[in-house]
């Protein structure tokens, strides 16, 4: 047994969560619920798209009106001009639009699919999901609360899909977090022969995120992973969130 | 407890590995030392650097006879002009060379930083470590080795760190597999709604490299990491391993 043994297991028992839901004390129940507890060290990883449902981050499309750009990009790509609309309204910047595939920057700064607009595991026909307006307030808000319900600060990790320029499939990336640095800058530490290590960052939220995305059955309603082992990794303060993984725009060598 | 639960171990004990070195028999040996020992249905995952040590695949610079090329991309980049001559050598294209960074497509058709040759935690001054030749091939002769030790055939992942275009950090991927679905493809199931689900590929072996990155300490000589949870993609025939994530050269939007 190693100290840097790494466990991740889904939270059981979560129900369907709708707008205006308090998700933090639907984790906490569900915490309560499971043995052995949500405690301090522990990162919690909860899928984007129930903490875009507590926030009402959905959309009927019957409420939007596509405009002359949304219908040609949706001409080109076989899309529906509504869903277009939607995403050219998250966007601040159209990367790609072909192969059926529209790849935008986020008004995050996220570069993803259809700006992380998505109709899967979402109640009600033509109703459409977005990101949180900002994941990482989310992610703190969240565990301001989990601290007051449960009295352990565990991180809080938001979690989606992406797909990857040179590689398919897809994997999950942490799009906010609170308590969890999401970045370990090893550069100046030494390799085991004692040279100096370049180049050294590790995506420590990202990788956190792809590792829950492995203990979650997607189909299911297993929206919540608690991981156990990061406790190194795990602060006090909030620290600067899953912004800080965002690469500069000015430092972007692919779009 | 789930039965999806996830955990993921380094492997205690793993001596330094040198060209040569059998480092199926060496996993095997730590394994015996373990518990619980390494078994049908759990996933090796091994650092590339380890498998291009036993494989030999460390060149001195010493050898190294740069091309006009090579000096001159060395100078834009401030980089050595022998290391860079071996970084073409291992590459069929230059995709960027600018702001001291090179990214290549190497021969396996992987894109990523200085064709993923490095010097740290290779002994020596002025040698390189480079890609095995063909990584899927090692993880099948590894897992088959391992096969004969240990009369279990684990899958066998060789990760590597890679960075992302539009996100800091390195996280790691899979570049050979051995007896893992590198991609789990749900496409055509259903969501919780029972609504046909789009575009949904899980990166399965990507993400269970990050997962074993966490549970490592890079600069100590935890190489090896066992991960548990992953008997749904294990499969006994080898399966179509790491190239298999690649994505096709005609299908990618951004170089």
Chains 1, 2 share one sequence.
Not at 21 to 26: G, P, V
Not at 100 to 108: F, M, N
Not at 164 to 193: H, K, N, T, Y
Request: with cysteine.
């Amino acid at each position: 047994m190693s100290a840097l043994r790494l466990s991740a297991e889904p939270l059981a028992g979560l129900p369907e969560v709708a707008p205006g839901d308090d998700l933090a004390e639907i984790v906490a129940r569900a915490s309560a619920r499971s043995a052995p507890a949500i405690e301090d060290g522990d990162v919690i990883v909860i899928s984007q798209k129930v903490v875009s449902k507590s926030e009402g981050r959905l959309r009927p499309l019957a409420d939007v009106q596509p405009s002359d750009r949304a219908h040609d990009l949706a001409r080109t790509l076989g899309k529906d001009p509504r869903t277009v609309q939607v995403v050219l309204d998250e966007s601040t910047e159209v990367l790609r639009a072909e192969r059926g595939v529209l790849i935008t920057r986020t008004r995050h700064g996220l570069v993803c699919a259809n700006a992380g607009v998505d109709q899967s595991n979402v109640p009600g026909e033509d109703v459409v999901c977005l990101l949180p307006i900002d994941p990482d307030a989310s992610a703190r808000k969240i565990r301001a609360r989990l601290r007051g319900l449960l009295g352990a600060a565990p991180a809080v990790v938001v979690a989606d899909s992406f797909g990857r320029a040179w590689r398919l499939g897809q994997a999950d990336v942490a799009i906010g977090c609170a308590g969890l640095a999401p970045l370990d800058d090893r550069r100046g530490g030494r390799d085991a022969e004692g040279r100096e290590l370049t180049a050294t960052i590790d995506a420590v939220a990202d990788e956190a995120a792809s590792a829950a995305a492995l203990a979650r059955d997607k189909a299911g309603r297993e929206a919540v992973v608690v991981i156990r082992g990061l406790e190194r990794y795990v602060t006090d303060d909030d620290g600067a969130g899953a912004a800080a993984i965002v690469r500069p725009r000015d430092e972007d060598m692919f779009t």
